[in-house]
C-alpha cells in the first residue's frame, strides 16, 4: 500500500555512481516517491532552481562539485530537506554537512529500507499535514511567531521562515518560553538528537543563519537576544 505522503513527494536524487543510483531509484520508486536523477552537482542545482522537489538526496562525492559546495549553494535559494549519502563517515563531515543545513546523513553502504525510512521521516516533518475545513489547523501565536508543531513550522508576521530541521528545532525551544535565557548546552540538548564537537559553535552558527532569515522575513529589530555568558533569549 502507497503511503498518502509518498504519492504526492518528489525526490531528486544526485549520485553519479549509476549502480548506487539504479538502487536508490527503484526503492523510492516502489514507495510511490516521484523520483528524478541527476549525476552533477550543477545539473542538480538548475534542476532544484526549474522544478523544486520536495527532498534532495544528496552524494558528497561528485565529479564537477561536492556535495557541501551544492548544499552551500542550494541554501542559499531553498530550504528543501537534504539528506546526504556519503562513504565518508568522519565525525568532522557530519559535523560539517548538519552545519551547511543538512537534514540528516546516511554512509555507505547503506540499506535501502532504511534510507526510504529515513527519506518518510524528513517528510513528514517538512511538508504540511492537509487541515480539514473548521478543524483546527495547529497554528499557535507567539507575538510575531506562529508555531505549528506538527508540520514543524515557524511564521514570523505571517512569512512561512525556509527553516532548516535544527534552524527549526532551535527556534522551536526558544519560542517555548519566551523571554528565558536558555544556555547554548540547553538549546543543544532541546533541538540536536546527536552530539556535536562544538556546542558553542554550532548553536552560534545556527541563530547567525536565523538571524538572517528573520531579516529576510522583515525583522528590523533582532528578536534573538545575545546575554553574554548565559545564552539566547527570544523576545517574541
Not at 552537482?41 to 520536495?54: C, H, I, S, V, Y
Not at 565529479?63 to 565525525?91: I, K, M, Q, Y
Not at 538549546?187 to 538528537?193: C, H, I, N, P, T
Amino acid at each position: 500500500m502507497l503511503h498518502a505522503m509518498s504519492a504526492a513527494a518528489r525526490i531528486l536524487v544526485v549520485e553519479d555512481e549509476p549502480a548506487i543510483a539504479d538502487t536508490v531509484l527503484y526503492a523510492l520508486r516502489s514507495e510511490g516517491y516521484a523520483v528524478e536523477h541527476c549525476a552533477l552537482g550543477r545539473q542538480a542545482l538548475a534542476r532544484q532552481r526549474e522544478a523544486p522537489a520536495d527532498l534532495v538526496l544528496l552524494d558528497v562525492g561528485l565529479p564537477d562539485l561536492d556535495g557541501f559546495e551544492v548544499c552551500r549553494t542550494l541554501r542559499g535559494f531553498s530550504a528543501v530537506p537534504v539528506v546526504f549519502l556519503t562513504a565518508r563517515n568522519d565525525e568532522i563531515d557530519r559535523v560539517l554537512g548538519l552545519e551547511l543545513g543538512a537534514d540528516d546523513y546516511v554512509a555507505k553502504p547503506f540499506s535501502p529500507r532504511e534510507l526510504v525510512a529515513r527519506v518518510r521521516a524528513r517528510l513528514r516533518r517538512h511538508l504540511p499535514a492537509e487541515a480539514d475545513a473548521g478543524v483546527d489547523d495547529g497554528w499557535r501565536q507567539h507575538g510575531a511567531f506562529a508555531i505549528d508543531r506538527e508540520g514543524c513550522r515557524i511564521r514570523y508576521r505571517d512569512r512561512l521562515l525556509p527553516l532548516t530541521r535544527y534552524e527549526y528545532h532551535l527556534l522551536a525551544a526558544l519560542l517555548q518560553r519566551p523571554g528565558a535565557i536558555l544556555s547554548r548546552a540547553q538549546l543543544m540538548d532541546r533541538a540536536w538528537d546527536t552530539d556535536a564537537d562544538s556546542a558553542d559553535r554550532t548553536v552560534d552558527t545556527h541563530v547567525k543563519t536565523l538571524r538572517a532569515k528573520l531579516r529576510a522575513a522583515g525583522a528590523t529589530d533582532d528578536p534573538i537576544r545575545t546575554h553574554r555568558g548565559l545564552g539566547y533569549a527570544l523576545e517574541a
